[in-house]
């Protein structure tokens, strides 16, 4: 069994991220199994080295040990152009213009609002016709056209109730769903441990590995570690932050205690 934490250095680790860390721990070591960490860092606006620094320290205080090297994203753009071309090639990504509001104009009915998917407003196919001709252009957004991929899939996804999947982001040149399910193939990956926050995106991870033939790991999706007022921890709620319970004398024991294990 391999098992991965997988956090994006873009904050301090709080109780939900020490939460799903020992979770995925713990199952790889009652399996006698392999723990991995993974820095998610395709979004170069927001991650830090010091956050990353602080993120490796807090998890071996909390006793986590892993292989190194660490995988980082921001290594791993040629994989991720692997995969893009690929999938370019087979006349199954377009290229998307679109900014938010075009999206939120074009997808908005009278009465209901805007139709929401796992990835926010569903995307309601603006640049669906776009040409696919030509060599994979590299600076706009690409698309996944979910009705094209039907005949390769088993069990396809709706392009009205999910909208065609971003693959690759302007600015990035991928998106958390391609790096994730490439990433954790190419770590062999077998069962994959984070809340159930992610829960929606596991449909989209599954139809990709179907698509680009890599295996799927189990999933295991775990509560959400809420605050006081039942609301999720978000990575801005630096007052649960790991750092600031160690700074008050908190054992890794106690932290295991405050989140139920
Ligand atoms: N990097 C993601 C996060 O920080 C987690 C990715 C995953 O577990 O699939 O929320």
Same mark, same amino acid.
């Given at each position: /069994?391999?098992?991965?934490?997988?956090?994006?250095?873009?904050?301090?680790?709080?109780?939900?991220?020490?939460?799903?860390?020992?979770?995925?721990?713990?199952?790889?070591?009652?399996?006698?199994?392999?723990?991995?960490?993974?820095?998610?860092? &395709? $979004?170069?606006?927001?991650?830090?080295?010091?956050?990353?620094?602080? &993120?490796?320290?807090?998890?071996?205080?909390?006793?986590?040990?892993?292989?190194?090297?660490?995988?980082?994203?921001?290594?791993?753009?040629?994989?991720? !152009?692997?995969?893009? !071309?690929?999938?370019?090639?087979?006349?199954?990504?377009?290229?998307?213009?679109?900014?938010?509001? $075009?999206?939120?104009? @074009? @997808?908005?009915?009278? #009465?209901?609002?805007?139709? /929401?998917?796992?990835?926010?407003?569903?995307?309601?196919?603006?640049?669906?016709?776009?040409?696919?001709?030509?060599?994979?252009?590299?600076?706009? @957004?690409?698309?996944?056209?979910? @009705?094209?991929?039907?005949?390769?899939?088993?069990?396809?996804?709706?392009?009205?109730?999910?909208?065609?999947?971003?693959?690759?982001?302007?600015? /990035?040149?991928?998106?958390?769903?391609?790096?994730?399910?490439?990433?954790?193939?190419? #770590?062999?990956?077998?069962?994959?441990?984070?809340?159930? !926050?992610?829960?929606?995106?596991?449909?989209?991870?599954?139809?990709?590995?179907?698509?680009? !033939?890599?295996?799927?790991?189990?999933?295991?999706?775990?509560?959400?570690?809420?605050?006081?007022?039942?609301?999720?921890?978000?990575?801005?709620?630096?007052?649960?932050?790991?750092?600031?319970?160690?700074?008050?004398?908190?054992?890794?024991?106690? &932290?295991?205690?405050?989140?139920?294990?």
């Amino acid at each position: /069994m391999i098992t991965r934490f997988a956090p994006s250095p873009t904050g301090p680790l709080h109780l939900g991220h020490a939460f799903s860390a020992l979770t995925a721990w713990d199952l790889a070591q009652a399996a006698g199994g392999t723990f991995l960490l993974r820095i998610e860092d &395709i $979004d170069r606006s927001r991650a830090r080295p010091e956050w990353e620094a602080q &993120i490796l320290d807090d998890l071996a205080w909390l006793g986590l040990r892993w292989p190194t090297p660490v995988m980082r994203q921001s290594d791993r753009q040629p994989a991720y !152009d692997a995969a893009l !071309d690929a999938l370019w090639d087979r006349g199954l990504l377009y290229p998307c213009t679109c900014n938010r509001r $075009d999206i939120l104009e @074009a @997808a908005s009915a009278p #009465q209901e609002g805007a139709p /929401m998917g796992p990835d926010g407003v569903v995307y309601p196919g603006i640049c669906r016709t776009k040409p696919r001709t030509g060599p994979r252009p590299g600076d706009t @957004a690409l698309r996944l056209d979910l @009705a094209a991929c039907q005949p390769f899939v088993k069990t396809p996804l709706s392009a009205d109730k999910v909208g065609d999947v971003v693959l690759a982001r302007r600015d /990035m040149g991928t998106s958390y769903h391609l790096s994730v399910v490439i990433d954790d193939a190419a #770590q062999g990956v077998t069962d994959v441990v984070r809340g159930k !926050d992610l829960a929606e995106a596991t449909p989209i991870h599954l139809f990709l590995q179907e698509l680009l !033939d890599l295996p799927s790991p189990a999933y295991h999706h775990h509560r959400l570690i809420r605050d006081d007022s039942g609301k999720r921890l978000a990575k801005r709620d630096d007052a649960r932050a790991l750092s600031l319970y160690r700074a008050q004398g908190a054992t890794p024991r106690d &932290i295991r205690a405050m989140v139920g294990l």
